[in-house]
T-cell receptor
Framework: DAKTTQPTSMDCAEGRAANLPCNHS???????VYWYRQIHSQGPQYIIH???NNETNEMASLIITEDRKSSTLILPHATLRDTAVYYC???????????????FGQGTILTVHP | DSGVTQTPKHLITATGQRVTLRCSPR?????VYWYQQSLDQGLQFLIQ???????AKGNILERFSAQQFPDLHSELNLSSLELGDSALYFC?????????????FGPGTRLTVL
């Protein structure tokens, strides 16, 4: 799986958009970008994933650059409950040599302030 | 609520002992994953089972073993426990058979070895 680089920490004001960047310059053509978050020792929570097109769901939007070397997770209206560690993970879908597992890095600690 | 359940929530035991952690996947999910999260190592993949068979192995110690039963629940057995085994243990499940490899995590079991 490709290595990812994320800022160690970020701050955001409540009600504003939180934009979390992720660099994955060595991503392969068959690797997807996944985002998970972990709120204070709870189980990681799936947010969104994508291959090359931008994706949006009820939680967030995922913007992937055209060269796929970086991506941004957008929380459109951050709340205090969005304070968490956000993990950007790049992996192949099942069937590849990295079948199944998620490889978590250190992630970005997002703190949402009142 | 991810639909994945884990028991017990907390476990305190002594060095040298053996414990069993239990995981029930989301209804219909055939694939179960185990992860360990310690302060110094972060979230690490241990092992994956698919429909009762071991599918992938990560950094799982020989003192640790797992299995998935016909009803699809899984157990992680940790033996000859050491202080360094103190960690959060998470189980995740996915519906690979239904074309979705998104992993949904349980709330975890916090193991403390004294």
């Amino acid at each position: 799986d490709a290595k990812t680089t994320q800022p160690t920490s970020m701050d955001c004001a409540e009600g504003r958009a939180a934009n979390l960047p992720c660099n994955h310059s060595t991503i392969s053509g068959n690797e997807y970008v996944y985002w998970y978050r972990q709120i204070h020792s709870q189980g990681p929570q799936y947010i969104i994933h994508g291959l090359k097109n931008n994706e949006t769901n009820e939680m967030a939007s995922l913007i992937i650059t055209e060269d796929r070397k970086s991506s941004t997770l957008i929380l459109p209206h951050a709340t205090l409950r969005d304070t968490a560690v956000y993990y950007c993970i790049v992996r192949v879908r099942p069937g590849g040599t990295s079948y199944g597992k998620l490889t978590f890095g250190q992630g970005t600690i997002l703190t949402v302030h009142p | 609520d991810s639909g994945v359940t884990q028991t017990p929530k907390h476990l305190i035991t002594a060095t040298g002992q053996r414990v069993t952690l239990r995981c029930s996947p989301r209804s219909g999910d055939l694939s179960v994953y185990w992860y360990q999260q310690s302060l110094d190592q972060g979230l690490q993949f241990l092992i994956q089972y698919y429909n009762g068979e071991e599918r992938a192995k990560g950094n799982i110690l020989e003192r640790f073993s797992a299995q998935q039963f016909p009803d699809l629940h899984s157990e992680l057995n940790l033996s000859s426990l050491e202080l360094g085994d103190s960690a959060l243990y998470f189980c995740a499940s996915s519906g690979l058979d239904r074309g979705s490899d998104t992993q949904y995590f349980g709330p975890g079991t916090r193991l403390t070895v004294l």
